[in-house]
């Protein structure tokens, strides 16, 4: 074996080392700026916008979102319950179509497959036009339904699932549950949605941050202040009224990141898995 | 009585009543609306009437010729393709270093957490963010630059517009490396172990072992990664609108922001943004639709080739032990 010598061998593995690590830094070091200068005042910031020790100016910085159009807590809420809605919504209903692709033999299903394959990769913001006229004739513009609603058909999830189910379904446990008389609605409620539980926490999580995240569509259907969701919030601290109140514009970047800091940091290890899902399905 | 085997094909059909139906509502439904106010003079914000124009390609022909549309959808492919190459090859990369037998490297599972974090934090924080990071006259990359000594007053960085376009590639570079490492590792790890072993035992290095098994390997992978990536970058909106609302002057609008901007705001043109959101699909659905067909071309002609050569190897032996009895 052809081994290469060991010294530029050595060499090249601190070259790596500090690569990674000055790649982690350039991950980190936005959102540490932006932490740190949550707390300082605005004068501090003026004379140098860069430091690495926080301040103490976070709760008269947090006086400054009072009366204004930037409420993280509405935000955090309307999100939440929209974000909750659509998640369930697309595991389950994903689940049930991935079920009917896999267990069932029926004529249509090959060709089912193939248009959800299709339709994978049409994106929703094309159109957006015809789903605005569309609300907003049936009355739904300010409603959270049209946010939630389109959840239920989420080709992705279904693909995902469909992959999953047919790693792990067996049909004898499907038939045992027949021979005891269960109904099929029933078997798949209580005996295929426990086994998909590792695909559903997975898939969950990436619907449920993809809602989050979603600005666009909230951002054409909802203009009643009162239903903003996160990302519409944020985007409020882009107005006029904040151009020269620095620490309560980064507080205000603070507030709506922390919430995903805290959910990516305990579900990492998930998330970098189903990442990693995504990427053998050939 | 039920009989088994004939009566359950129709659970088939009605499990996915559910996602036909959401399907045909939400998406099919508002594609086809989409499609039909492309013909029309509809425009204006309360109107609900329409009808189609008489020169019925007009909004068509009108949204092409907008040279605000032609630099969007330069703008959009320019910065897409600026983010795209370093992304891959900074993944590439990463991945090469990371999958390596003879050089472990450690702290690899809070590199790849650390690397794939900025990808779930909403858009919208991370444009504003860079926003004020940039800011004028008081922001940290001033301060950065005014401490180092490479400027002596503050300046508006973000008046250029070279230097805008770079920032919204580098925003969405800085959020999909990280991913796009993690898929191909992933990749990596599918790849069938006994032909990395079969390359040491013939005494490959590490260099010709990447070059001619993983990247090979990798092809469908990177393609998969290459179609998805095109179809985002050609629907960026949430930094460039939120960023710096395309500009400075138009410097940083996509096609997004321009269909946007036609149809939520001004005078709510919303049969331009559908001649424009129209254009925009047909452009998305040839991108992907030929990738995959050079795809599908380049395996079958691989696959023909290697049969032959498995022929010709199979007669030449045949041959060879024929010649051998002999």
């Keep these: 074996m052809r081994h290469e010598t060991t010294i530029p061998q050595k060499i090249y593995k601190v070259i790596i080392y500090v690569s990674c690590i000055l790649l982690a830094i350039l991950s980190i070091i936005p959102f540490y700026i932006m932490i740190v200068n949550a707390t300082r005042g605005t004068y501090e910031i003026q004379s140098n916008a860069i430091s690495l020790i926080p301040s103490k100016f976070l709760s008269s910085n947090y006086k400054v979102f009072e009366g204004k159009s930037f409420n993280p807590f509405v935000g955090f809420y309307n999100s939440f319950i929209i974000s909750t809605g659509a998640t369930v919504l697309s595991v389950y209903f994903s689940s049930l179509t991935a079920y009917a692709l896999v267990a069932y033999n029926w004529k249509l299903r090959q060709a089912f497959f193939t248009f959800i394959m299709a339709v994978m990769m049409v994106p929703g913001q094309l159109l957006s036009v015809g789903f605005y006229q569309f609300m907003y004739r049936i009355g739904w513009t300010n409603s959270y339904l049209p946010l939630i609603l389109p959840a239920i058909a989420a080709p992705m999830t279904v693909f995902f699932m469909r992959q999953y189910l047919i790693g792990t379904l067996s049909l004898d446990i499907v038939n045992s549950g027949r021979i005891d008389g269960a109904g099929e609605f029933h078997i798949f409620n209580r005996i295929i949605l426990p086994i998909m539980k590792p695909a559903i926490a997975t898939q969950a999580i990436f619907a449920f941050v993809a809602s989050w995240n979603n600005y666009f569509m909230p951002s054409i259907l909802l203009t009643n202040k009162s239903k903003y969701t996160m990302p519409i919030m944020i985007s409020q601290l882009k107005g006029d009224i904040y151009k020269t109140e620095y620490g309560a514009v980064y507080l205000g970047l603070t ?20 990442v990693a899902l995504g990427g053998v399905k050939e | 009585m039920r009989r088994k085997g004939v009566s359950y094909a129709k659970y088939g059909y009605i499990f996915s009543i559910p996602f036909v139906l959401a399907y045909i509502v939400f998406q099919l439904y508002p594609l086809l609306f989409t499609t039909i106010i492309g013909f029309t003079d509809f425009k204006g914000i309360g109107r609900t ?35 795209f190459i370093p992304q891959i090859l900074l993944a590439l990369l990463l991945t090469a270093w990371f999958t390596n037998n003879r050089r472990k490297i450690k702290g690899q599972g809070f590199f790849k957490v650390v690397f794939y974090m900025p990808n779930i934090i909403t858009q919208a924080t991370i444009a504003i963010l860079f926003s004020t990071l940039f800011a004028y006259p008081t922001g940290p990359v001033n301060s950065l630059l005014q401490s180092l000594g490479f400027i002596d007053a503050p300046i508006y960085l973000l008046l250029n517009k070279t230097l805008a376009r770079g920032i919204v590639s580098f925003i969405q570079f800085w959020m999909w490396y990280g991913y ?82 036609q149809a939520f705001s001004g005078s709510y043109l919303y049969n331009r943004a559908s001649a424009a959101s129209l254009i925009m699909f047909v452009i998305i659905s040839i991108c992907s639709a030929t990738l995959f067909l050079i795809m599908y071309d380049r395996d079958a002609a691989k696959l023909r080739k290697q049969e032959r050569k498995l022929i010709k190897s199979l007669k030449k032996a045949e041959k060879e032990t024929r010649r051998m009895g002999k």
């Design chain 2, 49 to 83: 009437d329409f009808k189609f124009l008489e020169d019925i390609f007009a909004n068509f022909k009108s949204v092409i010729k907008n040279p605000s549309f032609q630099k969007s959808l330069g703008n959009t492919v320019g910065m897409w393709i600026v983010n």
């Design chain 2, 180 to 261: 796009t490492m993690i898929i191909f590792i992933s990749g990596v790890l599918g790849i069938n172990p006994e032909l990395f072993e079969a390359a040491e035992i013939d005494g490959a290095t590490s260099r010709q072992a990447f070059f001619k098994i993983t990247l090979p390997n990798l092809r469908t992978i990177m393609l998969f990664t290459l179609v998805t990536s095109l179809i985002g970058g050609l629907n960026m909106f949430d930094v460039p609108k939120l960023f710096q609302a395309g500009g400075p002057d138009n410097a940083t609008l996509t096609a997004a922001t321009f269909i946007y901007n």
């Design chain 1, 255 to 274: 507030l709506t990141v922390l919430p995903l800091f805290l959910v990516y940091f305990a579900l990492s290890k998930y998330i970098i898995a189903g």
